[in-house]
């Protein structure tokens, strides 16, 4: 694809032209809403751009980490990344200041001071059918049945709207999103194909929403979205077959084991409850032979065990950074020529020593 710099004296300052393409910020995040939609994020999340250096700002070269730490920023500036694509949010409770006393505030600042924006998808990567805990799912062994553990609530809106606005001219990004059925002196009348969320997707392109009056609503349940994964394993597997799948899957040498009362390593397990992350609130009184997460806590583990369940925890961010492949390969296939790298600084902070 033709290469073209565009943009403020500080961007080309810091860029020469090459052959990877560039596109506007509005664009990558279109297509990173397409991949994990954020309204299936948790309520309390903080999801979507979180760091947006001043307009226009032109994406060639994307950095995709699981937790945006001192090192991966240094690594990011190093590689000259327009964007970091961070899993866990870096900025998650309110920010009163931004000065030099802490390490998040110091990310924001050598962010924008090196026009780097920032994005987080977390738990709605998590939900999102083919996300996260599909990924995590598919390391377990050959799968019957996969369903979420809390299957998302929320549906995709789709239907009739009337748009107060007869010269409107809808944005390229919602082409595909938008049938107009007719045009009006007073309006445009339009159907919504009801993929994402209608209102959200709309604000997103700038679209007032005092000037949209929805007609009619086409809620569709979201099926294969939500919370955590319960997996029916096609033929039952021992234990200890699927501790070496999930080592090998994560790239992990050791694994924490908690057999469940009565089990042993030669145990066969039928169904597995998973979660990525901390999935003890998820987990907990889900029916399952095995739980597979990143961490639980002591009486938590006491508790499944007790009751029959074994438990694999294999370190938090483990059960998660081998997604980032994943996102790789969905994300090049949309923003053709952009140049799409997956930190090397990025690493669970805990080890077995
Ligand atoms: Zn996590």
Not at 88 to 110: D, G
């Amino acid at each position: 694809m033709l290469a073209f710099c565009i943009g403020t004296g500080l961007h080309l300052a810091r860029r020469t032209c090459s052959s990877i393409a560039a596109m506007n910020l509005g664009e990558v995040v279109k297509a990173l809403n397409g991949i994990a939609p954020l309204h299936l994020a948790e309520s309390w999340d903080n999801v979507g751009l979180l760091v947006e250096p001043s307009a226009p700002h032109h994406v060639k070269n994307i950095m995709l980490t699981n937790d945006l730490t001192t090192d991966v920023m240094e690594e990011s500036i190093k590689s000259k990344v327009d964007l970091i694509v961070s899993y866990h949010p870096p900025i998650f409770r309110s920010l009163k200041r931004i000065t030099q006393q802490s390490w998040k505030e110091q990310l924001v600042v050598s962010a924008l001071e090196n026009r780097i924006a920032i994005y987080s998808q977390h738990t709605a990567s998590d939900a999102a059918n083919g996300g996260v805990n599909d990924w995590l799912a598919s390391g377990i062994g050959e799968i019957r049945d996969v369903k979420p553990v809390k299957c998302c609530t929320k549906s995709a809106s789709g239907g009739i709207f009337f748009l107060k606005s007869p010269n409107c001219d809808f944005p390229d990004q919602l082409e595909k999103d938008i049938q107009i059925l007719a045009k009006t002196d007073s309006g445009i009348l339009a159907a919504w194909n009801g993929n994402h969320d209608m209102s959200h997707e709309l604000s997103m392109a700038n679209v007032s929403s005092e000037n949209v009056i929805q007609l009619s609503t086409l809620n569709h349940t979201m099926h294969n979205t939500g919370a955590g994964r319960i997996c029916a394993l096609e033929h039952p597997l021992t234990i200890e077959s699927i501790v070496r799948n999930l080592k090998k899957h994560l790239e992990v040498d050791h694994l924490r084991l908690a057999l469940g009362r009565d089990n042993c390593m030669q145990s066969e397990v039928h169904c597995v409850a998973l979660c990525a992350g901390a999935g003890a609130s998820l987990l907990t009184g889900c029916h399952a032979d095995l739980y597979v997460t990143g961490e639980m806590s002591h009486h938590e583990v006491l508790d499944a065990t007790q009751n029959g369940i074994s438990v694999i925890l294999c370190e938090h961010s483990n059960t998660e950074r081998g997604y980032l492949r994943n996102m790789k390969r969905m994300l090049g296939a949309q923003l053709s020529g952009v140049n799409i790298i997956v930190s090397e600084k990025d690493q669970d902070p805990l080890c077995v020593v």
